[in-house]
């Protein structure tokens, strides 16, 4: 009666802690999906954003701010969006309330007696000097300063008009008075170009002078006759290339990297005869122009070089627009354009997505019908339209953080300025504020295939093959050695590997590369040689060592195939390639090498794999039944058919499953394929060059991103595709595990 009583307890308390087991576990699983959910959700939150598409809406209207001082020949918004100005050709600086109209200082410039304003251009990079040109056909370089005061906890910007260089206006004497002026400030210079538009003279000057000094004579200078009428000039940030265009179409690109001497580089028809260019403005960075024609396109041409090294236009893309081209307004920080039409609409553009981001009808508020602005302008940061129609100004406010993102620049080859033919790039960043990013995932996504399957194709063969004979062949006290050696390989970690694979084995590589391809590739046949001459060994020899351990006579040979390869392959090298096999490659095969590439990758990454294939493949083979193994030895099969066609078998859906988690743990590796790649985004399949993984491309580049950035929500784009591909792999693992285990599971 005791007994039972204690037994009853026995079993309640084993219930028990089942139950508590169970829950304990059940909890956990549920945690780690929702862990996983979690992130999912928050990689695709911080993705969302860059597909959200642009929107514009009102944001204010009234009427022209100081209208007694003139008409309006140039807009601006200051940086912060707190400020408007309004420049009217008697030289009135109007400053007013970007939202309210107000206005809140005035400005006057001291002109000559009679003398206007024409028209004002940014005269460099960053926008921080304005030409002014005058209607007596001199120039003047201005700045306009903000400083910001408190009135209270008010912010208040203090608005004054400066002369960097002299309030005595620029003129360059040509037969007859220039029609088109340019300047472009650098840091210790003024480059001047003015040319005339009836006779075809051109004059550039240069003026080595810093801010502060006076303009006087030009240090450098030249003349030279335009092969045509010239209705458009531009000259890019630089002062490297001058455009001479004209309506017809017709652009001539000079060299003014010597100014004494400009060179033609090029002169083409960019537009089909009876084709007028009703507008063209420079993109960000001076290299592509943008021209617009009566039939509503706008193209981006771009200056490109031949094969033989000469400069040319060529035709990166096309944008439409519903009819004639009226305006182009080239973003200032970005490679984005707005476009209006004569119909009065408005699109956004992007060059580098390709992609139109909006269009919107500029109505007037009256009549609600569709105007066309006389003046119109940018923000600095592309977040505010303003225009001035009729007597009345309106201000937009634009939403479009991530412009450079699409479909298209993300998955497909681009055309980047420079080129010479569409690529897929991955380069994020640059020290040039004229910079046009490249985020093509394709090199990095690319790079991580490449780096999992030559890891693989090392590990895989090494790890199914050693956890097959572990298992099977190899007796119990050594297994009991062999087993746990192997798995505390899985806890070293990556790091050290890859310090080791990049400082040690990378130059090791390099220094005895057909050593190393001649252990890896000659090796297999030296051990079935082995096996052939130990098969062949008499009896009495080969008896002497105990079944199962016949692994441990494995070891002093491959040690022996180690140290001939590597001396013998100094002598190799000199007899077939010249005594250095990376020139032979490049010299003969065109193939090039790279101290960090796939071959050293293969080679660590493979053994921070090995041992987790090695563990779940040994461990599914060691459990299969004995039962299965010792009746098909019973029924005269030998173990080498029972272990092909009953333990494997048996055991197929661990083996699979190892594989697969071992292809995601070489698709996850960050620290290895980081310290021993070369980290270059390129895609070549060669194992003798480098890579870039979307880990490693992660590890790298966001600790430094602007946080919300475009590059920072890319990187999570990256780590979102990464999870993607996880999760496809580990399902498409599952469901052919599933299978298998339904096929062999009754054996």
């Not at 807009?75 to 009217?88: D, I, M």
């Not at 003129?171 to 005339?196: M, N, P």
């Not at 694979?501 to 391809?517: C, F, I």
């Not at 991103?705 to 780590?719: C, G, P």
């Amino acid at each position: 009666m005791i007994n039972s009583v204690e037994a009853s307890a026995q079993q309640r308390r084993r219930n028990l802690l089942d139950r508590i087991a169970t829950g304990v576990i059940a909890t956990g699983g549920i945690w780690v999906i929702l862990i996983i959910v979690l992130l999912f959700f928050y990689l695709l939150a911080v993705v969302a954003p860059i597909f959200k598409p642009a929107s514009m809406v009102p944001q204010a209207h009234y009427s022209t701010p100081a209208p007694e001082r003139g008409s309006t020949i140039y807009l601006a918004v200051e940086e912060s969006k707190q400020l408007g100005v309004r420049v009217t050709a008697s030289g009135a600086f109007v400053f007013f309330g970007l939202t309210s109209g107000e206005v809140t200082e005035t400005h006057l410039l001291d002109l000559p007696a009679e003398v206007t304003i024409d028209s004002i251009a940014s005269a460099d990079i960053d926008g921080r000097f304005l030409n002014a040109r005058l209607s007596d056909g001199s120039v003047i370089i201005l700045q306009i300063g903000y400083r910001v005061t408190f009135a209270g906890d008010k912010r208040v910007l203090k608005p004054s008009i400066s002369y960097p260089y002299g309030n005595e206006p620029l003129t360059i004497e040509l037969d007859q008075r220039a029609t088109h002026r340019d300047l472009v400030v650098g840091e210790e210079s003024v480059v001047a170009v003015f040319s005339d538009l009836a006779s075809r003279q051109v004059s550039v000057a240069l003026y080595e002078v810093e801010e502060g000094d006076e303009l006087t004579e030009p240090d450098l200078s030249s003349n030279f006759e335009a092969p045509f009428d010239i209705d458009y000039q531009f000259v890019d940030g630089q002062a490297r290339w001058l455009y001479l265009a004209n309506r017809s179409g017709q652009v001539t690109l000079y060299d003014l990297s010597d100014i004494e001497e400009p060179e033609l580089v090029a002169n083409k028809a960019l537009l089909s005869a009876g084709v007028e260019a009703l507008e063209m403005r420079l993109l960000l960075g001076g290299s592509s122009l943008l021209v617009g024609d009566q039939l509503g396109n706008v193209y981006q041409f771009s200056i490109t070089r031949d094969v033989t090294n000469q400069y040319g236009f060529a035709k990166y893309r096309q944008f439409k627009l519903d009819s004639s081209v009226q305006t182009i307004l080239p973003e200032e920080r970005r490679k984005g354009f707005i476009g209006i039409s004569g119909k009065g609409q408005l699109s956004i553009f992007h060059t580098t997505a390709e992609q139109k981001l909006l269009s919107i009808e500029l109505l007037s508020v009256d009549s609600k019908n569709a105007v066309t602005p006389l003046y119109s302008t940018y923000s600095p940061r592309s977040d505010t339209f303003m225009m001035q129609a009729g007597d009345g100004v309106s201000v937009y406010e634009i939403d479009n953080h991530h412009p450079e993102i699409s479909w298209s620049a993300l998955w497909n080859e681009v055309w980047y300025e420079g080129y010479e033919e569409p690529e897929f790039i991955w380069q994020s960043s640059s020290a040039d504020n004229d910079f046009e990013p490249k985020f093509s995932l394709i090199p990095v996504s690319f790079g991580t295939l490449k780096a999992a399957f030559y890891a693989m194709i090392f590990a895989t063969p090494l790890a199914i093959f050693g956890a097959i004979f572990t298992a099977y062949f190899m007796a119990p006290q050594m297994r009991a050695w062999v087993k746990p050696s192997i798995e505390i390989m899985e806890a070293l970690p990556t790091v050290i590997l890859g310090f080791l694979a990049g400082l040690w084995l990378a130059p090791l590589v390099e220094d005895n590369l057909l050593a190393v391809v001649s252990v890896l590739l000659v090796m297999p046949f030296e051990l079935v040689l082995f096996a052939w001459i130990w098969h062949i060994l008499p009896a009495s020899m080969t008896q002497r060592i105990p079944d199962g351990w016949q692994a441990a006579v494995l070891i002093p040979v491959i040690i022996l195939c180690v140290w001939v390869a590597f001396a013998l392959a100094p002598v190799l090298e000199l007899w077939f390639f010249g005594g250095n096999i990376q020139t032979w490659m490049r010299e003969t095969l065109g193939i090039n090498y790279d101290q960090r590439n796939s071959l050293v990758v293969g080679l660590a990454m493979g053994l921070a794999v090995i041992p987790t294939i090695f563990s779940i493949t040994e461990d599914a083979i060691f459990s299969v039944p004995k039962h299965l193994t010792q009746g098909s030895l019973a029924l005269g099969a030998t173990p080498w058919q029972t272990l092909t066609k009953v333990v494997i078998l048996t055991a197929s859906p661990g083996i699979f499953s190892a594989v697969m988690i071992g292809l995601g743990r070489a698709v996850g590796e960050t620290m290895i394929v980081l310290m021993a790649t070369g980290n270059t985004p390129v895609m070549d399949f060669s194992v003798f060059q480098g890579m870039r993984t979307l880990s490693a491309n992660i590890a790298v580049e966001l600790p430094e991103s602007e946080v919300d950035s475009s590059h920072y929500r890319i990187l999570f784009l990256a780590a979102l595709v990464l999870f993607a591909v996880t999760f496809f792999f580990n399902t498409i693992a599952e469901v052919v595990r599933q299978n298998l285990r339904k096929r062999y599971g009754n054996l």
